[in-house]
């Protein structure tokens, strides 16, 4: 367990404590002895957190989230209904059993009518000052973003270079390379090719997974010729429906990260493994790459390339998407899935 989910659920638990000790606060009157009053409160802080978790976890986000107001007017007012009915007969028990009241006249109507009153009350107003809360986080979230997002432009604008200048320079180099070394001349077009793609293609929100696909075919061979010629790089890439859009470079960082990171080995196999598969409208993408076991990537890295892919992840498919990095001693592996891409 993370130390954010324990410590989300501390904060759940002071919440309730500090919510019951409230109502025992606020209802106890001069016709309810204390016991009597902190029994009560106990056994509506119960259904009323019933109710809640309820909204919280399947009717806000399945229901409500999506537009979907009238399921989720019955199943919020249903819910409600149902606990208010149970609280009758632990009413009745507890009347009984515990407060030992058995002459007094029990009203099964007015305990439910009084529990569904009380329930409803209290869930909607715990229910309400939640979302509120959300809004405004998401509010202060949305415009953190939006600055970071015009700080990057205006410093992307700040660096970039004059793309007409940039290729009339390749161009210029390329003429000036022997036409005998096709290996750099090669190397030099396959650049001037992912830099054309980068500057002149990649202003989109999506872009067909061809496209991508080709620009990371060149990153890989522009790779090839600086490593080491012993490290095996494995491309599989056939099971590819070709109508399937995907945000630019979007995959590249994990990329990128295997070549810095890739290690050699004398006494064993070293690689980059990547395999991409985009079927039915879900992708899914691996790249596993070797590494020297007593080099840490973490304390090589600032993991901002990382970072930034994993928020550009939760902003272009909140709940959609699932991202696995796992580290060994010997191997880093980063599993991707995008649903409904």
């Known amino acids: 367990m993370s130390k954010l989910t324990v410590n989300k659920a501390l904060l759940h638990c002071a919440f309730w404590v500090l919510a019951y000790f409230f109502w025992v606060y606020i209802f106890r009157n001069s016709t309810l002895v204390l016991t009597r009053t ?14 809640y978790y309820f909204d919280e976890l399947y009717a806000i986000p399945y229901l409500l989230n999506k537009k979907k107001y009238f399921p989720f007017f019955l199943a919020f007012i249903g819910m409600i209904a149902a606990t208010a009915w149970l609280r009758v007969p632990v009413s009745y028990l507890v009347r009984k059993h515990v407060f030992e009241l058995p002459n007094v006249r029990f009203d099964a109507l007015n305990v439910f009518s009084e529990s569904f009153i009380n ?3 209290w869930v909607f ?4 000052a ?13 415009e953190q973003i ?24 390749i161009n210029s180099i390329y003429a000036h390379i022997d036409k005998s070394n096709k290996d750099a001349r090669g190397m030099l077009l396959t650049f001037s090719e992912m830099l054309r793609y980068q500057l002149y293609e990649c202003n989109v929100e999506l872009i067909d997974i061809e496209r991508e696909l080709n620009y990371i075919r060149n990153y890989i061979t522009l790779q090839k ?22 945000p630019p470079l979007i995959l590249i960082t994990f990329i990128e990260n295997a070549f810095k990171y890739v290690g050699f080995n004398e006494c064993r196999e070293n690689k980059i493994e990547l395999r991409l598969e985009a079927q039915s409208g879900n992708l899914l993408f691996t790249i596993c790459n070797t590494k020297d076991g007593f080099i840490s990537k973490t304390q090589d890295s600032s993991g901002l390339g990382i970072a930034n892919t994993k928020r550009r992840l939760e902003l272009l498919y909140p709940g959609k998407h699932k991202l696995d990095i796992v580290e060994t001693e010997t191997d880093y592996t980063v599993h991707l899935t995008i649903d409904s891409i």
Not at 146 to 164: D, G, I, S, V
Not at 225 to 242: F, P, Q, T, Y
């Open 225 to 246: 010729s600086r490593i080491d010629e012993r490290i095996r790089v494995c491309l599989s890439a056939d099971n590819i429906d070709r109508s399937i859009s995907v």
């Open 125 to 128: 107003f715990i229910v309400a």
């Open 146 to 169: 939006e600055k970071e997002k015009a700080a990057n432009e205006l410093n992307f604008l700040r660096a970039q270079f004059n793309p007409h200048f940039l290729f009339n320079s």
């Open 130 to 142: 939640k979302m509120v809360i959300d809004r405004i986080r998401s509010q202060v979230y949305i």
């Open 119 to 121: 329930i409803f009350f």
């Open 38 to 51: 902190i029994t009560i409160q106990f056994c509506y802080l119960v259904f009323i957190a019933i109710n």
